[in-house]
């Protein structure tokens, strides 16, 4: 009897899992913890390009809610933390995380997912079914971040 309600309560379970969604760039098996350990891309991480996506309007255009001490861009809000120095704070994998999807650290977070096409809200037609940035795009990001280390000052 116990098994019988144990399999319903797993077929169930799966039902649920299996209902029709949009695609999920990343698979649930790629994400440990807090993590993406592993890069999104085997192209080599640009991490000049990355700090352009990071400033740049028609990139993350991070600089509206994120400042970072001695980057050159003149408006650098401050919605989010600053993130000076965050490359000693987390790995490539946990920074890789946040850019792909806050929602997965923190759910109702204010920052979007940028590599995201399931579950998105108020999509554009011409942007329907293409996440905001590329897998090349995230990897130059993380390579940015990460370059941003904490020093001894
Ligand atoms: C609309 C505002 C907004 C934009 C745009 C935004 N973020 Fe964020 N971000 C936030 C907020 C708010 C948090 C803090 C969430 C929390 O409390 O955990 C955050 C947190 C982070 C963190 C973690 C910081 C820490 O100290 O743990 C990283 C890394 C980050 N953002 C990177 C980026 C990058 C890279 C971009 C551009 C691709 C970006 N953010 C764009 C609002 C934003």
């Known amino acids: 009897m116990i098994r019988d309600g144990m399999i319903a309560f797993l077929a169930c379970l799966l039902t649920v899992a299996c209902t ?5 760039l990343v698979a649930p098996n790629q994400i440990d913890v807090d993590s993406i350990p592993l890069p999104l891309a ?9 700090e352009t996506l990071f400033v ?18 003149e408006f650098q809000g401050d ?6 120095g965050i490359g000693s ?7 890789r995380l946040r850019v792909v999807d806050y929602e997965l650290v923190q759910p109702g977070v204010l920052m979007p997912s940028y590599y995201r096409i399931h579950d998105l809200y108020q999509v554009s037609d011409a942007h329907e079914g293409k996440p905001v940035l590329s897998a090349d795009d995230v ?4 390579a940015y971040l990460s370059s941003l280390k904490e020093t001894d000052a």
Not at 79 to 84: D, M, S
Not at 89 to 95: D, K, M, N, V
């Open 139 to 142: 990897e130059d990001l993380v």
């Open 42 to 50: 085997d192209t080599l991480a640009d991490a000049a390009h990355g």
């Open 89 to 95: 704070r987390l790995s490539p994998g946990q920074l």
């Open 79 to 84: 919605v989010g933390p600053a993130l000076t």
């Open 56 to 73: 740049s309007r028609d990139g993350g255009h991070c600089v509206l809610c994120h400042q970072v001490a001695g980057l050159d861009a």
């Open 20 to 24: 029709p969604d949009s695609p999920r």
